[in-house]
C-alpha cells in the first residue's frame, strides 16, 4: 500500500507564502510523475503543477504559473509546493497525486486527474484578504 501524506497548509494573510510537502510512504513503487491538484467549490479538482520525478521537469496552470513551483526531494521520497504570493482565490484543500506509469505520459497526461494511481487526503490551505 502506498500512503501520501501531505502537510503545511494553514492560514496565512493574502501576499504570504506557503510551501506544502507531501511524503509518499508504504510499498516501493516507481514513481513516474506526482503532482497537486486542488478542489474548485462545486466543480472537479483542478490541475496546479506535476513534476517527472526522474528529470524534474515541471509543468504548471497557466493561471498559477510564477507564483507555485513544484519539486522533489528524492532522498525524502518528498514532493514540494511553494505557494506565493497567496490570494483568497486560493483558498481550498490542495491534493498530492502519484503515478506510477510504465509507459510514460504524454504532455496532457500530467494535467489529467485519471493519470494519477495515488491520491493524499488532502491539506487545507485559507488565504485572508
Known amino acids: 500500500q502506498v500512503q501520501l501524506v501531505e502537510s503545511g497548509g494553514g492560514l496565512v494573510q493574502a501576499g504570504d507564502s506557503l510551501r506544502l510537502s507531501c511524503a509518499a510512504s508504504?510499498?516501493?513503487?516507481?514513481?513516474?510523475?506526482m503532482a497537486w491538484f486542488r478542489q474548485v467549490p462545486e466543480k472537479e479538482r483542478e490541475f496546479v503543477a506535476a513534476?517527472?520525478?526522474?528529470?524534474?521537469?515541471?509543468y504548471y496552470a497557466d493561471s498559477l504559473k510564477g507564483r507555485f513551483t513544484i519539486s522533489r526531494e528524492f532522498a525524502k521520497n518528498t514532493v514540494f509546493l511553494q505557494m506565493n504570493d497567496l490570494k483568497p482565490e486560493d483558498t481550498t484543500v490542495y491534493y498530492c497525486?502519484?503515478?506510477?506509469?510504465?509507459?510514460?505520459?504524454?504532455?496532457?497526461?500530467?494535467?489529467?486527474?485519471?493519470?494519477?494511481?495515488?491520491w493524499g487526503q488532502g491539506t487545507q490551505v485559507v488565504v485572508s484578504s
Open positions: 513534476i517527472r520525478w526522474s528529470t524534474g521537469i515541471t
Open positions: 497525486a502519484a503515478s506510477n506509469s510504465r509507459r510514460g505520459f504524454r504532455t496532457s497526461d500530467y494535467f489529467r486527474r485519471s493519470s494519477y494511481d495515488y
Open positions: 508504504g510499498r516501493t513503487f516507481d514513481k513516474y510523475a
